[in-house]
């Protein structure tokens, strides 16, 4: 990004204290600013006033625990305002509520985010808390650059630009790493069915894909790649049918770092799959590929155009 993204964080303090500096440490290590309260926003004993240094955030997660928290003058929580706040101005958000008993009033505050179709993400502790916060990065970073694209009125021109190229770098990935593993079989000898290479370099692609909401901007491109996984899946009885030998190689890839491919055999006496089958999987995977390829390529071509 061009610019510093300010990432608020709305919460109860007193039951949330480690896990807001464990969320402040995270965002300062990939370049953003985290506003805390408790940290570095604007004091003031005007009534709301204080509440109104979300506005100047990219981004808001609120955290929901047991507590509800005191409430101010306003007649309901610091949180429960907050979220009024940017309910009502549409900063980008995400919810995440701790599975267990609530207070009432917190049963209340959960209600209205699932009336006004706010979808919320249930956790069982901080670290998963944390954990998925880092896996949803991407998705906060696309949010408040659509959001920023918004706010600045650009011509559309000027926009569809930033989105195709921010599309376009993304999908290079996965090209990348998918033509480094025709090559690396090819020249190396690893064939498909009898080694471990396509689950070593698809496998990735699919887990970045799960954690994601969404992955691009344009819908069509979305819909490929989610074909080609939807492929690979079926391929998920392999390691059942086929049992890795001791032979083995580790090879650098563009994007993934070292991978590790093994050499394979047919160990299941009754397999879940013929040979045939998981052949005709892999063909059909490079078939919607080769779609995935050719449609990144005329993204390419109309960037330039504009």
């Known amino acids: 990004m061009i610019f510093k993204p300010r990432i608020f964080i709305s919460s109860t303090i007193s039951e949330n204290l480690r896990i807001r500096a464990e969320i402040e440490e995270f965002f300062s290590c990939v370049g953003a600013e985290t506003m805390l309260y408790e940290r570095n926003l604007t004091p003031s004993v005007n009534a709301m006033t204080y509440r109104r240094d979300i506005l100047d955030a990219d981004f808001i997660i609120f955290i929901i625990k047991y507590n509800y928290g005191v409430k101010t003058d306003q007649g309901i929580s610091g949180t429960h305002e907050e979220f009024q706040i940017a309910l009502d101005t549409q900063i980008p958000k995400h919810v995440y509520i701790k599975l267990g008993k609530t207070q009432r009033n917190t049963k209340k ?170 052949r005709n999987i892999i063909d059909e995977f490079f078939r919607i590929y080769d779609e995935f390829k050719q449609y990144v390529e005329r993204m390419r071509v109309f960037s330039d155009s504009l």
């Open 109 to 278: 505050l959960i209600d209205e985010i699932s009336g006004n179709n706010i979808s919320f993400y249930y956790y069982h502790d901080d670290a998963q808390l944390l954990q998925r916060i880092k896996e949803t990065t991407f998705t906060i970073a696309k949010e408040i650059m659509l959001k920023k694209l918004e706010s600045t009125q650009l011509p559309k021109t000027s926009i569809k630009k930033l989105s195709v190229n921010y599309d376009y770098k993304r999908a290079l990935d996965i090209i990348m790493i998918i033509d480094a593993l025709n090559y690396i079989s090819r020249d190396w000898g690893f064939d498909f069915i009898d080694s471990t290479i396509f689950d070593a370099f698809i496998e990735p692609i699919a887990m970045e894909r799960s954690h994601q909401k969404w992955m691009f901007i344009d819908r069509k491109l979305e819909d490929i790649l989610d074909e080609m996984l939807s492929i690979y899946q079926r391929f998920s009885n392999h390691g059942i049918d086929f049992t890795s030998t001791r032979t083995h190689r580790t090879v650098n890839v563009p994007v993934l770092g070292q991978v590790t491919v093994s050499n394979c055999s047919l160990t299941n006496s009754s397999p879940t799959m013929s040979r045939d089958g998981y």
